[in-house]
């Protein structure tokens, strides 16, 4: 019921606003290169990425500050980083969340 009286037109606009955020950000990070359709008509809100750090490391180094992300296969032998930012999650967890990716060496 909590879903409906939001309405889920509101939560998946919530969701690709955050998500939109969320690639901004990571876009003006010159070691991260964003994947998934370029076209924001075709767009989902799961944010996929990879950096210059595999994976793995990123998402272990984030879940050490409390962000959960998760290591994902996206080719035969490539992995990315997904993150899945929802209706409960705001602007500017999208932007702390990159800030984190943008610290890591």
């Known amino acids: 019921q909590y879903i409906l009286d939001i309405g889920i037109e509101n939560i998946r606009q919530q969701n690709l606003k955050v998500a939109n955020v969320l690639r901004s950000e990571l876009d003006k990070i ?7 359709p370029e076209q924001p008509d075709n767009r989902t809100s799961i944010v996929t990425f990879t950096a210059s750090l595999d994976s793995s490391s990123i998402v272990k180094k984030l879940e050490a500050a409390n962000i959960v992300l998760a290591d994902r296969d996206i080719a035969k032998s490539k992995k990315g980083v997904r993150a899945s930012p ?8 999208s932007v702390q969340v990159a800030e984190q990716v943008k610290g890591l060496h």
């Open 30 to 36: 010159p070691s991260v290169k964003l994947l998934g």
């Open 86 to 93: 929802h209706f409960f999650n705001s602007e500017q967890e």
